[in-house]
């Protein structure tokens, strides 16, 4: 069995189980009609690929795990996801900003993974990148909408990316399974994903006519090796709760 | 008569040679009492009313008050079934959650569409819903307490929403009409899902069992008070059929869905709440027992389990996205301004 290639389908899985987690909350409650439905509809993206990785990560592992053991029988401190994930949605410019960030980073992650030695991978990232490149077009033109919208909408666009930057970094800075499944050729150089980042980024605050943060901001970290913020307990006692009140039933 | 005549070639011509003949019948200038009854003749030939024919003002009037409130009924219903997404038990229920979800809010869209042919905007329509002027399905003032609860939401409140909504399809005017046929194909999979969900309930452990059944126990009478009030006692009804905006009377239905759902409850292997219900075999029907009227007006007036609730979601959604759609509107105004000075 391959830990380390378990624990980086388990990262990936995480973040996009997560993200899904908290964009749901939406649902019903969305600002117009047609972005509560384009906000869920992610929402839905995010949960398939999520879906598929914990599936390969259960075949791997072997045994009675399944996906919803992985997703619904694991302690916050298992949880492999990025710390920006985890964040509470606060308004629909947050919400917005953190999907940008994140689904550019996804984008940039996918279109490797099309290489990866592990034919698993590279299919689920072929496959989902197709969903990918629509969330970095709906919420880069969302993040355009508000920086460039009303004053109202650009001050809290500007607070939201001063709120969410710090947790940028941690993307790039990788943990050992990434480095180990990197120099398999399973896994991703995440490091070098960085400066195409940026530039995509600071395109998109230009023409939001938003400043793009400091290069030198502390950033926090911890995601990925299980130290998170205080967010996700809440985030897994609420998903959890069904599955951990009444163990080895069906749904 | 000579109305009947004219009329008579329009309905074997095709929907352009139609507008054609008519335009040049409200050219003479008839009274209002010819146009109702070519009107109403159209409406037994089985002809679609389309936004641009004439119609009633009241028929209008009718028209837009239920089809809004049957799409405030679809964006309402999102919250009582979003409560469980975050909570849904596993990730195939939670996908098909909100999958389910977004279906409604697409409803939402295609009826706020179809009320706007007929001259009112969405806002007006969602302000009206906001101010308490305009209702909704009474049964979305039920809480959801257990994930049983989404269960019986698809098999219960979907299923009776679909013998109304089968009917609909069938409604005298068109944009209402075509937008139920999409639905209703979504409905039947929302109706299966339910059922679904309380099947593999019914099958589980003790507590499983008992979590479905008393679920199916809280659901089951508001289910039948969707159907409205008793046929003598609906407002609207009769000059609906008449219009064929509907076309079956409340008790039908609501009989239609008791004999549904008695078969189905075999299956499930539940009980439902209702000593009185029995096999008539000389009526060829199910007899069941006397709906709580006064708990049904209740609901209606306001004071069901979460009226106030659902109504607060909905007003803050659209009070704490104004800022959202303010900027969206600016943006879009921005950009067309500067594609003008481009082009100029």
Known sequence: ?251 | MKIQQNYKLTTVSATANNNYLWDKLKKRAMSVQELEKIFQHKVDQEIKIEPKDWMPDAYRKTLVRQISQHAHSEIVGMLPEGNWISRAPSLKRKAILLAKVQDEAGHGLYLYSAVETLGTTRNQTIEDLHSGKAKYSSIFNYPTLTWADIGAIGWLVDGAAILNQVMLCRASYGPYARAMVRICKEESFHQRQGFEILLVLSKGSPEQRAMCQDAINRWWWPSLMMFGPKDGESTHSDQSMTWKIKRKSNDELRQQFVDMIVEQAKILNVTLPDPALKWNAERGHYDFGEIDWVEFWNVVKGNGPCNKQRLEARRKAWTEGAWVRDAAAAHAEKRKARQQDKAA
């Open chain 1, 1 to 251: 069995m391959n830990q380390t290639l378990i624990n980086y389908v388990l990262h990936l899985a995480d973040n996009t189980l997560i993200l899904s987690q908290r964009n749901s909350e939406w649902c019903g409650h969305g600002p117009v009609l047609e972005q509560d439905i384009a906000i869920t509809n992610i929402s839905l993206d995010l949960i398939g690929q999520a879906r598929s990785l914990y599936q390969y990560a259960a075949t791997l592992q072997g045994g009675n795990v399944t996906e919803d053991t992985l997703a619904y029988l694991r302690d916050e401190r298992a949880f492999k996801n990025c710390l920006l994930t985890e964040l509470p949605n606060g308004d629909w410019g947050q919400t917005i900003l953190r999907q940008f960030f994140f689904s550019t980073y996804q984008h940039l992650l996918y279109e490797k993974l099309l290489n990866s030695k592990d034919e698993t991978l590279a299919a689920i990232a072929e496959k989902s990148l197709k969903e990918v490149t629509y969330h970095v077009r709906w919420s880069s033109e969302w993040v355009i909408r508000l920086g460039d919208g009303t004053e109202e909408s650009h001050q809290r666009i500007a607070k939201a990316l001063k709120e969410l930057w710090s947790y940028t970094g941690e993307f790039f800075i990788p943990a050992d399974y990434e480095t180990a499944t990197a120099n398999e050729g399973t896994g991703v150089e995440i490091a070098a994903l960085q400066q195409p980042w940026l530039n995509k980024i600071q395109d998109v605050l230009q023409e939001a006519t938003l400043p793009m943060p400091e290069a030198k901001t502390y950033m926090h970290t911890g995601g990925k090796t299980g130290i998170h913020t205080e967010n996700l307990g809440y985030i897994l006692a609420e998903m959890q709760h069904l599955q951990r009140s009444y163990p080895g039933v069906e749904w």
